[in-house]
């Protein structure tokens, strides 16, 4: 069975400077997909940025950027010019390929400080 | 707009009944799924269907029931064996049989609380 751990249960970063939030997982497969997801206090998850396995370069997506280290097992979230709006739980999430659920983590809480 | 619509927001149960959160869409999304959210753990497996009349446990199935009678639609009944219910439920849809394209669209989720 796979596992997804967010190691860093809470998060603070001043507005305009970067955050890295950490994502480590296990598995047995070599074919995968990975995703951040967002909860804002409205609760609603949104999807920040999602990265193949096989793919080698890393997904951006605007301010959001990730680092992929396959052999590591990690898929950290990069925010860069950190705004008042990212403040929000993070969830990194594993798919297997040819699966048919998305196993998350625990969660991150970030806060963007004025 | 397309979306998910998940009703009602907050929901209290007594001991002993039987409470049905309503999740429907009108993305004309082939799979569905519903997750359920503890401080702590994240967000957890109950059931998905990735086609009408078709339904499949996930990870924490014990206490829940479902229905897939219409593809729009995916109501999620929690029944008096969940012994725990108290939770944040999610209701999710996917383009695709897996979600791994494009990930999973999210509804606003349903507050349930045993009083």
């Known amino acids: 069975a796979q596992t997804v751990t967010q190691s860093q249960p809470e998060m603070s970063v001043q507005e305009a400077e970067t955050v890295t939030l950490s994502c480590t997982y296990d598995t047995s497969e070599s074919n995968y997909y990975l995703f951040w997801y967002k909860q804002p206090p409205s609760r609603q998850m949104i999807l920040v940025i999602r990265q193949e396995a096989y793919k080698q370069q890393n997904a951006t997506e605007n301010r959001f950027s990730v680092n992929f280290q396959k052999a590591a097992k990690s898929f950290s979230l990069k925010i860069s010019d950190s705004q008042l709006g990212d403040t929000a739980m993070y969830f990194c999430?594993?798919?297997?390929?040819?699966?048919?659920?998305?196993?998350f983590g625990a969660g991150t809480i970030l806060r963007v400080k004025s | 707009d397309g979306g998910i619509t998940q009703s009602p927001k907050y929901l209290f149960r007594k001991e002993g009944q039987n409470v049905t959160l309503s999740c429907e869409q009108n993305l004309n999304h082939d799979a569905m799924y519903w997750y359920r959210q503890d401080p702590g753990q994240g967000l957890r497996l109950i059931y998905y269907?990735?086609?009408?009349?078709?339904?499949q446990k996930g990870d924490i199935a014990e206490g829940y029931s479902v229905s897939r009678e219409k593809k729009e639609s995916f109501p999620l009944t929690v029944t008096s064996a969940q012994k725990n219910p108290t939770a944040f439920y999610l209701c999710?849809?996917?383009?695709?049989?897996?979600?791994?394209?494009?990930?999973?669209?999210f509804g606003s989720g349903t507050r349930l609380t045993v009083v």
């Open positions: 999430a594993f798919m297997k390929q040819g699966g048919n659920k998305l196993v």
């Open positions: 269907s990735q086609i009408v009349n078709d339904f």
């Open positions: 999710a849809s996917s383009i695709d049989w897996t979600g791994a394209f494009y990930g999973y669209t």
